[in-house]
C-alpha cells in the first residue's frame, strides 16, 4: 500500500510536468481488471502461504470450531458492518441502496491469513487456540467470496433476485462449483 501511495504521488507529479508520460500509465489501469488479477491470480498464493503454516492434524480436530468461526463469523460481521455502514451514510444524508453496506460487509469481513499469522507468530498462545484463528482466517476467504457473490447478483439482479430461490441458486452454484473445482 505504501509503495502504491508513493508510486501515486510520483506520477502526480510527473504529469504536472509531463501529461504525456503519464497517459500510456492511465490508459493501462483504466483497462486493467484489478478483480479478476486478485481473485484469479494472488488470492490463490496468498492462501497457499498461510497453509504452509497450518498442521492438518490440529486442523482436522478443531473442524467444528473453524467451520462455525469462518461461515457464522463471516455472516455476522457481514451484517454488522452493513447495518453500520448504511447507518453512517445515511447520518451524513446519502441516500444509497441499503445492499451497497452489505457487499461492503462482505467485502471486509475476511481476515487477512497473512496479517493473522504475523500477528500470531509474535505472542505465545496455546496452539489449540492458535490452530483455530489460522484455520478460520484460512476459510473465511471462500466464505467471503460466497457471500460477496451472492449480494452482487442481488445487487445487480432486479427485484426477482430477492427471492429465495434465487439466493439459493447463487450460492450452490458459488459452494458446489468451488468444491467442484477442489475434486477436480
Known sequence: MFISVILGVVLRVIETFEPAYVEPIT????????????????????LFAGSLHVNLSDLKGARATVFSYATLGVLISTILIGLTFNFIVHLFGIDLNPILGFLFGALISPTDPIAVLGILSKYKIPQKLK??????????????????????????????????????????????????????
Open 131 to 184: 490452530t483455530e484463528i489460522i484455520g478460520e482466517s484460512l476459510f473465511n476467504d471462500g466464505v467471503g467470496v460466497v457471500v460477496f457473490a451472492v449480494i452482487y447478483s442481488i445487487l445487480i439482479g432486479g427485484d426477482e433476485s430477492y427471492s429465495v430461490s434465487h439466493i439459493a441458486k447463487i450460492f450452490a452454484t458459488e459452494v458446489f462449483g468451488g468444491i467442484g473445482l477442489l475434486i477436480g
Open 27 to 46: 490508459e493501462f489501469l483504466r483497462k486493467f481488471d484489478f478483480s479478476t488479477f486478485v481473485l484469479d491470480f494472488i488470492l490463490c498464493f496468498l
